[in-house]
């Protein structure tokens, strides 16, 4: 077991939660980046763009302290369209309507990294969402829980309801792939099921 610190760069705390699913003792750093989409840019390339970029920012703030760093981001898309986080409620509606009665994918890519090596997966995840009404949709957005979340709804909660099938990994939609995370810390002496606490 490597007793180098981990550190989760994500303000997220579904991630941190997930991390902890796994009985690692994760710090957490926030990096402040522009999540723009380039124009002409794949979905896939986007995810993996800001989860580099992410992790060149949490490098620089770590001052060449010994680390492992993990950074990752979550993309929702359907009909190649990228479904951003919401803020306000016309983009939330505007999103699960988008998503009503159809199937969507939902990106994950996630980098670790000590400084010396790294390693990086993509993930992808198809999710069935039943049809959706125009009161439905109102109502989970003054629940307060599709705010900033990647397509407008959160798998581990209310946003659930909707949801009629899922193809590929739950947590891949939660934002952090657990399976495809765990193999790469393997590869820094960081075993998830043996180092268990």
Avoid at 153 to 160: D, N, S, T
């Amino acid at each position: 077991m490597s007793s180098t610190p981990i550190i989760l760069a994500s303000a997220s705390h579904r991630r941190l939660d997930l991390l902890k699913q796994l009985g690692l003792s994760v710090a957490t750093l926030n990096t402040d980046i522009d999540e723009s989409k380039l124009r002409a840019e794949s979905p896939q390339a986007y995810a993996v763009r800001m989860a580099k970029e992410k992790m060149n920012v949490a490098e620089g703030l770590c001052n060449d302290s010994p680390a492992i760093l993990i950074t990752a981001d979550t993309i929702v898309v359907c009909d190649n369209r990228v479904i951003h986080k919401p803020r306000v409620k016309e983009s939330g509606l505007d999103a699960l309507l988008c998503l009503s009665n159809r199937e969507h994918s939902v990106f994950s890519a996630v980098m670790v990294s000590d400084g010396r090596k790294s390693e990086q997966v993509l993930v992808e995840s198809k999710v069935t969402f039943r049809e959706i009404s125009i009161r439905e949709a109102s109502a989970y957005w003054r629940s307060g829980e599709p705010i900033g979340k990647a397509g407008g709804y959160a798998i581990q909660g209310k946003g659930a309801v909707f949801i009629t099938n899922i193809c590929g990994s739950y947590s891949c939609v939660m934002g952090l792939p657990l399976y495809e995370t765990a193999l790469m810390l393997k590869k820094f002496n960081i075993d998830c099921i043996l180092d268990m606490k």
